[in-house]
């Protein structure tokens, strides 16, 4: 009798354990509606970055890995991580764009207009390029737990998983 009661209890805590699955498009409306509820920012979000947890069939906690962007060089001007860009980048863009094409110049069957546009797609394969070299950085993002079920650890575990989603991804610590 004994071993039936305990086989029992452990069934019932096995059934009533969090399951945890990776975001869905239909995870967005309700998780945009609680965030924006509780005072969060429920804009940027997307499904495939969130890790979701379960119980009993009822989303009861979640939280995403967003990108920020490029790190850019902290060591530039004494510049804060993910600072990269602003008015210098903006200038240098200017500086490098040569003199456009104007009048019958500017028609795109001319040499002067070819001539541009080719410059114009080896100024974009260079930045392009640039940015992809770059560190991109990483914000946890939209952490939430159901106030009935905060205190469980749940949190922590969405935490634990997207960090280790991100490590297993070819990501560092150092990106978040």
């Not at 998983?161 to 297993?168: A, G, I, N, P, T």
């Amino acid at each position: 009798m004994r071993f039936v009661v305990l086989a029992h209890v452990a069934r019932a805590t096995l059934a009533a354990a969090p399951r945890f699955r990776a975001g869905r498009p239909s995870d967005l409306a309700p998780i945009a509606a609680t965030l924006a509820k509780n005072l969060m920012n429920p804009l940027a979000l997307d499904a495939s970055r969130f890790e979701i947890v379960e119980d009993a069939g009822e989303r009861v906690g979640w939280g995403q890995l967003k990108p920020l962007g490029p790190a850019g060089r902290a060591d530039a001007y004494d510049a804060r991580p993910g600072s990269a860009g602003g008015a210098e980048a903006v200038d240098a863009a200017w500086d490098e764009l040569p003199a456009i094409p104007t009048g019958w110049a500017s028609l795109p069957w001319t040499d002067e207009y070819r001539e541009f546009a080719r410059g114009a797609e080896r100024r974009r394969a260079t930045r392009d390029a640039r940015e992809e070299r770059a560190t991109t950085l990483y914000e946890l993002s939209s952490v939430f737990v159901l106030e009935g079920r905060r205190g469980e650890g749940l949190g922590a575990s969405i935490v634990k998983r997207l960090l280790e989603k991100h490590r297993v991804a070819g990501g560092s610590a150092a990106d978040v």
